[in-house]
């Protein structure tokens, strides 16, 4: 298998870089209102990390698709999948075991899979949709860095998810508070967010939505543990 890693910038791919041991990486332009700030900060690490290389493709405008607070955009990891097939066959994208997507579960990607190998232009090789991380969450992610990865923790305050255009990160969108959640249950300090992360507008939403049973276990008693040590009322 020949290994291609669609790069964000934010913990799950990079982690899959270093897990995967290096493979190639592909960052795709999607001309989101986040994309600027996403290729800043990918000659940031490109900077810190001495062997990462990543070949930037432009020209795919998906973030004209882009609803709701999550910025979901319809098919987006079936069609860079697609794209991603000029490069490898197997194609890592960093979905982790608490993911609540439709398009980045297993299920999505094994039928990537067999969508792509079927309409393949034959022969060829095996195509493969493929994460390492089903049965992690992303703290655990965040703790097997910080146990092999070097400079892990100016690495893990550059990588950057946030959906805000702005350069960092917002702290009141729902990927800040994610890895926020992530960070304090590693014992890892917040003070690189824009906002208290802490006090972020959402966290009253997500209580609600964690109390109704609507997160799986493992990340409801993770991100409750957490607002309880933020003074939120559990």
Not at 79 to 106: F, H, M, Q, S, T
Not at 197 to 225: H, P, W
Request: aromatic residues 10%; proline residues 4%; hydrophobic residues 40%.
């Amino acid at each position: 298998m020949v290994d291609v890693l669609l790069f964000s910038c934010g913990i799950d791919s990079l982690s899959a870089w270093f897990f995967m041991k290096k493979p190639k990486c592909i960052y795709m332009d999607l001309n989101t209102p986040y994309s600027k700030k996403e290729m800043v900060t990918i000659k940031k690490l490109e900077n810190l990390i001495p062997d990462l290389k990543v070949e930037i493709i432009k020209g795919i405008n998906l973030g004209q698709f882009e609803k709701g607070d999550k910025a979901f955009i319809s098919n987006r990891n079936l069609i860079l999948a697609a794209i991603a097939c000029n490069y490898g066959n197997r194609i890592i994208i960093g979905g982790i075991e608490d993911d609540c997507v439709e398009d980045k579960c297993p299920k999505a990607f094994n039928a990537m899979s067999l969508c792509l190998e079927t309409i393949a232009k034959k022969p060829s090789p095996i195509i493969e949709v493929y994460s390492p991380f089903w049965s992690v969450s992303k703290s655990e992610i965040i703790q097997w860095m910080l146990e092999h990865v070097e400079n892990v923790k100016q690495i893990l305050r550059t990588s950057v998810s946030c959906y805000s255009e702005d350069l960092g990160q917002c702290g009141d969108c729902p990927s800040c508070l994610r890895k926020a959640v992530a960070f304090e249950a590693c014992g890892l300090n917040l003070d690189f967010f824009k906002k208290d992360v802490t006090r972020c507008s959402l966290i009253i939403q997500y209580i609600k939505d964690m109390k109704a049973g609507n997160y799986t276990e493992k990340r409801t008693k993770e991100t409750l543990a957490v607002f309880k040590k933020w003074g939120w009322p559990i």
